[in-house]
Each structure stands twice: as C-alpha cells, then as structure tokens.
C-alpha cells in the first residue's frame, strides 16, 4: 500500500502544471499538454510515458504525429519517418522498436527477431504489429501542408503504407476475409481488455494456478517491472500477465508466423473489432493517398480492402453490438467493451447501426458514466474505474469515437464527448487513462498520446466554437 502512494506521488510530480480545476481552462491545457510532449520527446521520436513506456510504440507515434502538427509540423513528420526504422521487409511495423535505454517486461532481447530473415536490421524490434493508424496520422498531417509540400510527403510515406497493408492481408487474412488476425493482445492495443482476456485464459499455462500464491508474486511483479510507478491494482494481475508472457513465447516458439500457430499451438487468435475498424479506416485513406498521387493500388490490395468494408459486419450480433470472433471457431466472443464503438470511426456501417451505437453509447448504466467513455460498460463484471483497460477513459478512444459521431451526423453527442474529455483532463492532468466515474488520472504520466490528441481535440473545439458563432 505505501509503495503505491509513494509511486502516486512520483507520477503526478512530473505532470506539467494544468488548471486542476473542473473549469475548462483551454490555454493552461494546451500549454501542459505542449510541455508534456517536450518532457517525452527523446529527438526524433517520443516515449510514451517515462519510466513505464521506454520505446517508441507504433500506435501512440501515430497519435503524437497527429496532435504535434499543430505545434511543429516537421518535428511531426519525423516521428513517421522514426517509425519506418522498425519496417520489416516483408511490409511489418512492429508494435515496439527498442531504444538502447529504459527496461520494460516486452524486454528487448528475448524476441529473437533477429532470427527473422524479415527483421529490421538496424534497430530491435518486437515481431507482432499494432493498429495500423499510420495512413491517418500520414494524411492528418497532409490536410496542413500545402498542395505540392503534401504531395511530396505522401510520395515518401506510400511505399511503406502499402507494403504495411500488403502483410496484412497477405499474412493475416489467410481465408480472404477481409478481416485480418490477430496473435497477441499487445497487438490489439487493448491489451489486458475483457474479450482477449477470457480468451488468454483458455490457454493459461499448468503453473499459472500456481504463481497466483501470493508469496510468490511479489518477486515476480518486481522481476518484470510491469506496473514501473502504477499502482499495483490499476494493471493487469500478474497471473494474466505470465498467461500473457506465455502467449508470447508460444508465438516465438512458433516463429511468429500464423500458419504455424494455428497448426501448432493453442495461442488465441481473435478477429479484433477495433483493429479491424481502424484498418477500414486506413484503407479509405491510403486510397485518397494513392487517388492524390495517381498511383494504381496493387489489385490484390484492392480486393481486400473492398472485402474489408462488408466484412466487419460478420462482428456484428442481432441486438446491433460488435464483437471479437474466435478465428478458430468462428464463435463471437460477446464480452462487452469499448470496442464495440469503433465500428462508427471506419465509416462503413449503415446509419441505423450507427444510431445503435450511439444510443448504447449514452446509456448512462453502462458506457456514459460521468467521464465517459468507460472502457467496460459498468455493467460488466470485469469494470474496474482503475485499472487498465477493464473501465477506464482513455482520450485515444474517446477520439476514435468523437470522429465516427461525426460520420453520422451525430454532433451533439460528439461535442459533448468532445468537451468532457477536454474537461477530464484539464481537471486531471495528463495521465494514461482516467477514472469514468471521478475523473482522477491514472497509469503512467505524463502520457504522450493524451497530450497530443487533446491538443488536436483543442482545436477541434475551437472549430466547434467558431461553426455554432457562424450557424447563429
Ligand atoms: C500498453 O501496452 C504495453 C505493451 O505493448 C504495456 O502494457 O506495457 C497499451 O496501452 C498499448 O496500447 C500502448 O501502445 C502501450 C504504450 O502506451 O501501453
């Protein structure tokens, strides 16, 4: 107990000064979130929390790369390009590329990436992927630019947003689907989220039973380092997280590759909702890339990016929610999460399974508690306010969620979300995730991707703000 005050403490002393008020107060927020993104930058790319998060992490990149164009248009740009380091040559981006400092329990060496003749040669690299929100990062960035500096920059990243879109259907998508799998719930980003969860633990290991004694654990937890400065109880329990580690020795055993996994392992393989969502989403805009370039898509990723759009209907339920499927058996895995919203950012649903979504959405027992949205639907006997991905607000979803309303003409709701969250953090400080029921910051701080996507949200308010003068 008195270690994870201790640790609260450390956490909230390198927070950049906010208001701490419930009181919106937009300049002192993008003031705070500006510095944070200082604090976390390491030159070229950014951490995405010190102590906790050492690496450069493939789907927050993305998000600094979308809240530092407002502030540094270059300086975003290199964080793309940092990324393409990571590039295997069969088209991979890896979810970690490793920096020489810092330790994290996804530990540098024990990938054995190297022994893959696909691996990036220059820097250490995890061998599983992330979602891939680089073509909305690459075009988020091409919206500011100027007609010839935007062509010029979709022209450097469109090789390697092909060859990234390419792997994923060619090595993920082996029945021609138009949805890709995934082997690891590091993959997902959603990592110790309910559907994935109850899925790891099918396949937890004979001793997992074991380690959970409890005079064991506390030699583990601190071997793996896995919560740095985080109280104990808001990350995943350290039985769940060596069924994780197992996993993923499993999928090094297997050499990472997905035909040897089905055949010869139990690991779990889930069709994911939101990685699926957000790959749609990407295909809409590598197509506008290529469209800008006059450039012919490979007809082969033609074909799975079509497939895709229609395909992630078959994650849907009667009752209209979306769900991971089991690759396997094909069975949806109906564990409710925040997921199930992701759906409205790709942009594909029809417009009455949107009012669906919408209307679950704010239902004030499940996902709109007072600092929406919970990641678990309070209903769920997995929430937890505080713990990672089991409850908590995180501003990457609430920003998925906020653009997918949009699609739909579901403003209000949107402008809401838009402010509460802006509201959240500016009375929180930035932190990794928040709870959904007080609001108080939690997780690793301060956090880069909750600086950088409120600096985008800040202006998305000022054009809320400048849209409602002119509309009265
Ligand atoms: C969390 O994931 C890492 C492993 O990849 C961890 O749990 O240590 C997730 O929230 C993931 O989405 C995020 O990219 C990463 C770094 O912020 O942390």
Same mark, same amino acid.
């Given at each position: ?86 590039? @295997? ?63 010029? @920059?979709?022209? /450097?990243? *469109? ?41 790891? +633990? ?24 896995? +919560? ?21 020795? /499993?999928? %090094? %055993? ?76 094909? /069975? ?34 499940? *996902? ?9 639907? +309070? ?8 713990? *990672? ?26 402008? /809401? ?13 930035? *932190? ?41």
């Amino acid at each position: 107990m008195a270690e994870s005050k201790a640790n609260t403490t450390h956490a909230a002393d390198k927070l950049p000064a906010v208001g701490f008020t419930e009181q919106l107060e937009p300049e002192a927020l993008l003031g705070a979130a500006t510095d944070t993104l200082k604090i976390n930058d390491l030159g070229s790319w950014t951490q995405p929390a010190p102590g906790l998060y050492p690496h450069q992490w493939l789907w927050d990149s993305c998000f600094v790369a979308i809240g530092l164009r407002h502030i540094d248009i270059k300086r975003a740009q290199q964080e793309l390009r940092s990324l393409l380091r990571g590039q @295997w040559s069969n088209g991979m981006l890896p979810h970690i590329i490793f920096s020489d400092q810092g330790l994290h329990y996804a530990g540098r060496d024990a990938w054995h990436s190297e022994r893959h003749k696909a691996a990036a040669k220059k820097v250490k690299t995890t061998a599983i992927t992330q979602p891939p929100v680089l073509a909305e990062a690459v075009v988020r960035i091409g919206e500011i630019l100027d007609t010839a500096a935007r062509r010029r @920059w979709y022209k /450097e990243m *469109y090789p390697a947003l092909v060859a990234f879109h390419e792997w994923l259907y060619k090595e993920r998508d082996p029945h021609n689907e138009g949805l890709v799998v995934l082997m690891h719930p590091w993959e997902s980003g959603l990592d110790d989220t309910p559907p994935w969860m109850v899925a790891l +633990r099918k396949n937890r290991p004979w001793w997992g039973k074991a380690v959970s004694g409890a005079k064991i654990s506390p030699w583990l937890e601190n071997r793996f380092k896995v +919560r740095g400065n985080v109280p104990l109880n808001e990350r995943i329990s350290i039985v769940d997280l060596l069924t994780v580690l197992h996993n993923w020795r /499993e999928l %090094r %055993r297997c050499g990472y590759d997905l035909q040897r996994v089905l055949h010869h392992s139990k690991v779990p393989l889930l069709v994911d909702v939101a990685f699926n969502a957000i790959l749609v989403r990407a295909n809409t805009h590598l197509q506008r890339i290529a469209e800008e370039l006059g450039e012919m898509l490979p007809v082969d990723l033609q074909f799975s990016m079509q497939r895709s759009k229609g395909a992630l209907r078959t994650l849907q339920d009667a009752d209209g929610m979306f769900f991971p499927r089991d690759f396997r058996t094909r /069975e949806l895995l109906t564990e409710p999460s925040i997921e199930t919203f992701l759906p409205l950012y790709s942009g594909v649903i029809s417009q009455e399974s949107a009012d669906k979504l919408a209307a679950e959405l704010q239902n004030p027992k499940t *996902y709109w508690l007072k600092h929406p949205v919970a990641s678990v639907p +309070r209903t769920s006997k997995y929430f937890a306010a505080n713990r *990672y991905w089991q409850g908590p607000m995180w501003v990457n979803m609430n920003w998925f969620i906020i653009d997918g309303l949009r699609q739909y003409g579901h403003h209000k709701v949107a402008d /809401e979300l838009l402010e509460n969250t802006l509201r959240t953090v500016s009375a929180a400080g930035m *932190y990794e995730y928040f709870s959904p029921i007080d609001g108080k910051g939690h997780g690793g701080a301060p956090f880069s991707w909750t600086a950088a996507l409120v600096v985008d949200m800040l202006q998305g308010l000022a054009i809320q703000k400048v849209s409602r003068h002119a509309g009265e």
